[in-house]
């Protein structure tokens, strides 16, 4: 009796203690991952300045035209800081950068945080609904031939996705537009123009086509992880025992595969979101959306560096969240 309460008057504490450690560790990684991500975008700003800075033509040239004169080029480096060592030059838009201060734009001379703010929410309104799209699709695609394993759906499945995914983007924007928007049926428009100061949702025709493609695109990449997660629970022992013991097929998939098979998708998903960010330039510019990544084609025209510079920093750290947060939800999972 009298070890019985011993132990019993030890176990209490021992769960807390594990609960408290699991969240330090968890604390610990969070940490870690946000101290990488402060030096990861610091090499990225110096990456994208020196770049933007190495592109071809000078800014002074573009902006008073071919007329101008030595003594004005001169001035306007001057009055634009540009007479400055390349470090001074680095450090100064560094410190305009993070107090938000993006600067101005050298084709329209408005500030790029104000161009900037309506096509943010144009990309982000047209990657989150491609996002609520490709997950659900995802999840019955890849549940669906984990369930008909090498059978006709499957593999018409497989082949498909070995297709789409082996095809370039601009490609299947282009067969789209082709297919839908111009030569054969011209159901769509094949330009997804937005009026300035309406949301995107008001004008649903000029989203399909683009959707579409970042769908396709989507589910392909994700629905092979799913379906690999799905067949591995699907052939694990415990399934197997549930299957022996009768249990409907139904039950088996949503109560005991699901869960399981649910766990490693979610940093699949994290960075699938990342690359459809990545990916909109293409698909932006190809159907004419006015977001970030048309935007960014058009600064690079224009040689507008401030625009660039913004554009390209905006979209590596969005990039960059996504990544780091799969990659914590991962070490997670596999720490549960």
Same mark, same amino acid.
């Given at each position: 009796?009298?070890?019985?309460?011993?132990?019993?008057?030890?176990?209490?504490?021992? /769960?807390?203690?594990?609960?408290?450690?699991?969240?330090?560790?968890?604390?610990?990684?969070?940490?870690?991952?946000?101290?990488?991500?402060?030096?990861?975008?610091?090499?990225?700003?110096?990456?994208?300045?020196?770049?933007?800075?190495?592109?071809?033509?000078?800014?002074?040239?573009?902006?008073?035209? /071919?007329?101008?004169?030595?003594?004005?080029?001169?001035?306007?480096?001057?009055?634009?800081?540009?007479?400055?060592?390349?470090?001074?030059?680095?450090?100064?838009?560094?410190?305009?950068?993070?107090?938000?201060?993006?600067?101005?734009?050298?084709?329209?001379? %408005?500030?790029?945080?104000?161009?900037?703010?309506? +096509?943010?929410?144009?990309?982000?309104?047209?990657?989150?609904?491609?996002?609520?799209?490709?997950?659900?699709?995802?999840?019955?695609?890849?549940?669906?031939?984990?369930?008909?394993?090498?059978?006709?759906?499957?593999?018409?499945?497989?082949?498909?996705?070995?297709?789409?995914?082996?095809?370039?983007?601009?490609?299947?924007?282009?067969?789209?537009?082709?297919?839908?928007?111009?030569?054969?049926?011209?159901?769509?428009?094949?330009?997804?123009?937005?009026?300035?100061?309406?949301?995107?949702?008001?004008?649903?025709?000029?989203?399909?086509?683009?959707?579409?493609?970042?769908?396709?695109?989507?589910?392909?990449?994700?629905? +092979?992880?799913? +379906?690999?997660?799905?067949?591995?629970?699907?052939?694990?022992?415990?399934?197997?025992?549930?299957?022996?013991?009768?249990?409907?097929?139904?039950?088996?998939?949503?109560?005991?595969?699901?869960?399981? /098979?649910?766990?490693?998708?979610?940093?699949?998903?994290?960075?699938?979101?990342?690359?459809?960010?990545?990916?909109?330039?293409?698909?932006?510019?190809?159907?004419?959306?006015?977001?970030?990544?048309?935007?960014?084609?058009?600064?690079?025209?224009?040689?507008?560096?401030?625009?660039? %510079?913004?554009?390209?920093?905006?979209?590596? /750290?969005?990039?960059?969240?996504?990544?780091?947060?799969?990659?914590?939800?991962?070490?997670?999972?596999?720490?549960?």
């Amino acid at each position: 009796m009298t070890t019985e309460k011993a132990i019993d008057a030890v176990e209490p504490v021992k /769960a807390p203690s594990r609960r408290r450690s699991r969240r330090a560790t968890i604390a610990w990684l969070v940490a870690q991952r946000a101290l990488m991500g402060v030096v990861t975008l610091w090499c990225i700003s110096v990456i994208v300045f020196v770049a933007t800075q190495a592109m071809p033509g000078d800014v002074a040239h573009i902006i008073l035209g /071919a007329g101008a004169t030595a003594d004005q080029i001169a001035q306007l480096n001057e009055n634009m800081g540009l007479d400055q060592p390349l470090l001074t030059q680095y450090w100064d838009w560094l410190g305009n950068v993070l107090t938000g201060n993006m600067g101005n734009s050298l084709v329209s001379g %408005q500030p790029v945080s104000e161009l900037l703010s309506e +096509r943010i929410f144009n990309s982000a309104t047209l990657t989150v609904i491609a996002m609520v799209l490709i997950l659900p699709l995802s999840l019955l695609v890849g549940l669906l031939a984990a369930v008909f394993r090498d059978k006709l759906f499957d593999r018409s499945y497989l082949g498909t996705s070995l297709v789409v995914t082996a095809t370039p983007d601009f490609v299947l924007g282009s067969l789209v537009i082709a297919v839908f928007g111009t030569v054969v049926f011209k159901v769509l428009p094949p330009v997804s123009l937005i009026p300035p100061g309406d949301a995107p949702w008001q004008h649903p025709k000029q989203l399909i086509m683009p959707l579409a493609v970042m769908t396709l695109v989507g589910v392909t990449y994700l629905s +092979r992880l799913v +379906r690999v997660s799905f067949i591995d629970v699907l052939e694990s022992e415990y399934v197997q025992l549930a299957t022996i013991k009768g249990l409907s097929t139904r039950r088996i998939l949503f109560r005991h595969a699901l869960p399981n /098979a649910l766990a490693p998708s979610i940093p699949a998903a994290s960075i699938m979101a990342a690359y459809t960010i990545a990916g909109s330039v293409v698909i932006e510019y190809l159907f004419g959306y006015p977001g970030i990544g048309s935007a960014l084609v058009d600064a690079v025209a224009g040689h507008d560096l401030p625009m660039v %510079q913004a554009i390209i920093m905006l979209m590596a /750290a969005a990039f960059f969240c996504f990544n780091q947060l799969a990659d914590v939800l991962g070490t997670l999972n596999k720490s549960r």
